[in-house]
């Protein structure tokens, strides 16, 4: 069993920045795969970033380039830093765990893009 904890949504202007934290209940180092997902109204939710436990990353095309994962192996925790934030990045972000054949979910954190 892994709970997830996100933090650091909010609302921001076209072009800043915000950082997404994912708290986990279990050593990092352990769990296959964590990534960022997102849904926006009436969309489905999409894979936007991942990180191996061996710390091999990927991004969908639309964050390339602006938006970096990360961890804290020590804390626990994964990062997601987004810069150059659009409209269209508004959505509800969740931290996703893939451990031990499993799929755990954290609840969810708003990012709203907005003038």
């Known amino acids: 069993q892994v709970q997830l904890v996100e933090s650091g949504g909010g609302l921001v202007q076209p072009g800043g920045s915000l950082r997404l934290s994912c708290a986990a209940s279990?050593?990092?180092?352990?769990?296959?795969?964590m990534g960022w997902y997102r849904q926006a109204p009436g969309k489905e939710r999409d894979l936007v970033a991942s990180?191996?436990?061996?710390?091999?990353?990927s991004y969908a095309d639309s964050v390339k380039g602006r938006f970096t994962i990360s961890r804290d192996i020590a804390e626990n925790t994964v990062y997601l830093q987004m810069n150059s934030l659009k409209p269209e990045d508004t959505a509800v972000y969740y931290c996703?765990?893939?451990?031990?054949?499993?799929?755990?979910w954290g609840q969810g954190t708003q990012v709203t893009v907005s003038s």
């Open positions: 996703n765990a893939r451990f031990l054949g499993s799929p755990y």
């Open positions: 990180i191996t436990g061996g710390g091999t990353t």
């Open positions: 279990v050593n990092i180092f352990s769990i296959n795969v």
